[in-house]
């Protein structure tokens, strides 16, 4: 069985908003899906988007996905990648799909002079956890994430 690990194409827009309805079903937050299959085309591949995205097939046949963005860290003076989304389907997990969708964006990293790769796990994910612990991945416990979104964003953006 063949691994293959490409940039994804305009083509892939359809897969991948299907991927990314799949991980939010996974995730118990499936309502929280808005995006359009125009959204996807536009932040992936529009000229100048803000984001990229690899696929991942066996056999030609796609299994998985990653979508990232470069990021930049004042304290290394470096970019770094932010992994936003990875995602490789029930069936095909613990083939190795998603370590070699890590170990693509990592060589990407280090292609780019990256300081670091990073991304975030839900709190009771643990085979993801144990996962990237097997891979030396180590949890950043003494940050704690925060998000303004919706309503909650448009008011603050309006306030004085």
Known sequence: MTLEIRPAQPADAAQILAFI????EYERARH???ASLEDIQRSLFADGAPARALICLRDGEPIGYAVYFF???TWLGRNGIYLEDLYVTPQQRGSGAGKQLLRHLAREACAHDCGRLEWSVLD????AIRFYESIGASAQGEWIRYRMEGDTLRTFA???
């Open 124 to 127: 009771w994910n643990e085979p």
């Open 21 to 24: 309805v799949e991980l939010a």
């Open 71 to 73: 990021s930049y860290s």
């Open 158 to 160: 309006e306030g004085e």
């Open 32 to 34: 929280e899906v808005v």
